[in-house]
């Protein structure tokens, strides 16, 4: 399950997220960084995920390496 957390942007983000498939919570303004953190930990808790792996949207980091990162932790394929 990828969980994707809008803060507030004006662009297609949560157009484009749901599409994908992902589950979204929409900030309806920019509340920043520490809360949209909060909104994915309590939404993470809530849902009984298993692993949590945080990537903001700047491509700062690789998606392709969740998998490399997850892999020790899991006895099965979880995508």
């Not at 599409?19 to 953190?37: C, D, S």
């Amino acid at each position: 399950m990828v969980i994707v957390v809008d803060d507030g942007s004006t662009d297609e983000t949560e157009n484009i997220s749901k599409q994908m498939g992902a589950y979204v919570i929409k900030h309806p303004e920019n509340r920043g960084y520490g809360a949209a953190l909060q909104t994915i930990f309590s939404t993470a808790r809530n849902l009984n995920v298993d692993a949590l792996i945080i990537m903001d949207a700047d491509g700062q980091h690789n998606p392709a390496d969740i998998e490399k990162v997850l892999e020790p932790y899991c006895t099965e394929q979880m995508w």
